[in-house]
């Protein structure tokens, strides 16, 4: 191997390592029920490791809940997370997700993250303005239109994918 392939995994693997991801064991049985929250997920980073489904964990900084990756899950509402204050990282593909965007959203202000892909929302997406500190948005694969202005304000942003959706842009072009 190269040197510089060797340098680069000394230092990964040892960080992937470092964190730890949990799980409750009732979690996913949580998740079918639409009126839990996701505050009680708080809980599992006070819990030992366990193993989890494929793409689906948990990351924990202390007691806080900090990521979320739930693909291929049966979440259906956002509301589950809601009050995750200090969640950077929010990860719900093909999550059987449906409806709209939630005004309360905008109480994720730490998220850097946000894939939303291959799930049933609908309406507009202008609530993601309020996600100043957006690096990265994943919103493809739904119902989603209206305007795209509101993209403009999340200045951080390196990446978006909104294909397949029916947005329309200033200029009034779909995506």
């Known amino acids: 191997m190269r040197p510089t392939i060797l340098l680069f995994l000394a230092i990964l693997v040892p960080l992937a390592w470092a964190q730890s991801y949990y799980v409750c064991p009732d979690l996913f049985l949580a998740l079918s029920d639409p009126t839990q929250s996701a505050v009680g997920l708080a809980s599992c980073c006070s819990s030992a490791p366990v193993d989890v489904r494929p793409n689906s964990y948990l990351f924990c900084n202390g007691p806080n809940v900090t990521a979320v990756h739930l693909n291929g899950t049966s979440a259906s509402t956002l509301e589950h997370f809601r009050g995750l204050t200090d969640l950077l990282e929010l990860t719900l593909v093909n999550a059987s997700l449906t409806g709209a965007l939630p005004p309360w959203l905008n109480e994720l202000g730490a998220l850097r993250t946000l894939s939303l892909r ?48 029916t947005f329309v842009s200033s200029s009034t072009t779909s995506c």
Request: no cysteine; proline share 0%; aromatic share 4%.
């Open 118 to 165: 291959t799930n049933r929302l609908t309406g507009n997406a202008e609530i993601v303005a309020s996600l100043t500190n957006l690096l990265y948005l994943d919103l493809a694969e739904n119902q989603l239109s209206g305007s795209l202005s509101w993209l403009r304000q999340n200045t951080l942003l390196q990446q978006a994918d909104l294909h397949s959706n």
